[in-house]
């Protein structure tokens, strides 16, 4: 957990672009709050959403700032802004990652959360992979892509990465452009910055 958003320095990532990029149906904007709708998610994790994070909201299309929702139109396929759903912690199970901002100032700040399902049981385990507090909360959003997408095999074994899955922070503010890879590691969330 992160309160900014200076980076832990790992060793270099090596680009692996050998994945193809399947075409999705274009989104209408008339269609685009559907994609944010709450049944994406298991009732157990809106429960907990709704009981923790009640003054918090999904991130969604219609907070981004311009040059954040134009780079998220160009995401395929496109999903909501704010919820990234894969095979994150291993090859069995889904997690489910959620980008929340307060639903009073959505611009203020954002949590980035994942859950996960626990061994033999309906419930989820929620860990917070990063906080942020200094404004430009509109700036943000996630996507989850195929970890193939990123390391070879040989920086997989390097990196202990055996999910299929990452997710992608990406800022596309105004004046800067940023994305950050979270992967699963030696049992926790890894951050590392890539070109994306």
Not at 50 to 60: D, L, T
Not at 113 to 129: C, Y
Request: hydrophobic residues 35%; aromatic residues 12%; glycine residues 4%.
């Amino acid at each position: 957990m992160r309160s900014h958003r200076a980076h832990r320095v790992l060793p270099a990532i090596v680009l692996f672009v050998g994945c193809p990029i399947v075409p999705a149906t274009p989104v209408k904007p008339s269609d685009w709050s559907a994609l944010c709708r709450p049944e994406i998610l298991p009732p157990a994790i809106r429960n907990r959403l709704k009981e923790e994070f009640g003054s918090w909201k999904i991130q969604e299309p219609a907070h981004l700032s311009p040059w954040a929702h134009a780079r998220w139109q160009d995401e395929k396929p496109l999903t909501c802004p704010g919820i990234a759903v894969g095979q994150f912690e291993n090859n069995r199970t889904r997690s489910y990652a959620v980008l929340l901002v307060p639903r009073d100032h959505p611009v203020a700040r954002y949590r980035l959360l994942v859950f996960s399902p626990k061994a033999g049981r309906q419930s989820f385990e929620m860990k917070t992979v990063e906080q942020f507090d200094d404004g430009g909360a509109d700036n943000f959003f996630i996507h989850g892509v195929q970890i193939s997408r990123f390391f070879d095999e040989q920086s997989k074994r390097t990196f202990q990465v055996y999910a299929r899955e990452c997710i992608l922070l990406v800022d596309s503010a105004e004046s800067e452009y940023e994305t950050d890879l979270y992967f699963w590691s030696n049992s926790r969330y890894e951050r590392q910055p890539v070109d994306y």
